[in-house]
């Protein structure tokens, strides 16, 4: 079945980039529909694209922006280089603009969705599965959520929800200059 929304649905694709990497596809706050894909298998992420040129037009991509610290995480650093590559290209075959894109920064969002400060990883990934399952009780889908597809919806409520603040700093900068 072909899905096609109007103009004043656009939908936004939003992307928690990882291993397995969780990706939800919103229209307004609504869920449409979620997953994952392998964080670095080039068709599984074309074939994700195909998906969403279901949903046009597509607004927006939000992607979780993730920066490992410290001299020791040069792997981890390597490994997100590659995956942040393979999600770059995804969004230039898109034919969004660059300022379609927002990066929100992990505690950011896990700071105001779930309320949470510092955590382990463990901790967290279930806190999301939860707090997802709650936030949607009617989508019968999310019963076997991984916490990967969790993290993308999550996010997801947090751009649908709160306001983009680099957006409205720009704007402000431009009335007082």
């Known amino acids: 079945m072909m899905l096609s929304l109007s103009k004043a649905d656009p939908a936004t694709l939003v992307i ?3 291993k397995k990497a969780g990706w939800a596809i919103f229209r ?3 869920l449409i529909e979620s997953g994952f894909v392998r964080g670095d298998n080039p068709e599984e992420a074309a074939a ?8 046009q037009p597509c607004r927006s991509i939000v992607i979780e922006d993730q920066l490992p ?3 020791r995480n040069w792997k981890a650093t390597r490994t997100l280089i ?3 590559a393979l999600w770059w290209a ?3 075959a898109s034919g969004l603009p660059e300022s379609s894109i927002r990066w929100v920064n992990p505690s950011t969002w896990q700071s105001k969705i779930l309320q949470v400060g510092r955590a382990d990883s463990k901790t967290r990934a279930k806190m999301c599965v939860e707090y997802v399952k709650r936030y949607f009780p009617d989508k019968t889908d999310l019963v076997e959520v991984t916490s990967d597809q969790a993290a993308a919806i999550a996010i997801g409520i947090y751009a649908t929800t709160v306001p983009d603040e680099s957006k409205i700093r720009t704007k402000n900068r431009a009335k007082s200059a």
């Open 82 to 84: 590659r995956r942040g």
């Open 48 to 55: 994700l694209l195909l998906r969403v040129r279901l949903y």
């Open 90 to 92: 995804l969004w230039r």
């Open 16 to 18: 928690d980039p990882g």
């Open 69 to 71: 610290m410290g001299p």
């Open 28 to 30: 307004g706050r609504d």
